[in-house]
């Protein structure tokens, strides 16, 4: 799970796995494989950290941060 942050600070927790596609508008929309979707603070590039992060921590492999270009 990944605690992102909505426009009005609100702190949610998503499942990565859930994840469809993130939309750039210029903020990160979260589309999710159910349709629904959340608009966040965080960068793709964060919220792709913090899944590698959290992926990591559950399977016991320790990450270094990764550069995604678009």
Not at 29 to 41: A, L, W
Request: proline fraction near 3%; charged fraction near 30%; aromatic fraction near 2%.
């Amino acid at each position: 799970m990944v605690i992102l942050t909505k426009l009005n600070d609100q702190r949610i927790v998503i499942n990565e796995d859930q994840v469809e596609c993130i939309d750039l508008i210029p903020e990160s929309k979260v589309i999710m494989m159910n349709g629904r979707f959340h608009v966040v603070k965080e960068t793709p590039e964060e919220i792709i950290q913090k899944t590698i992060e959290y992926k990591g921590a559950i399977s016991g492999i320790r990450t270094n941060k990764v550069s995604i270009e678009a």
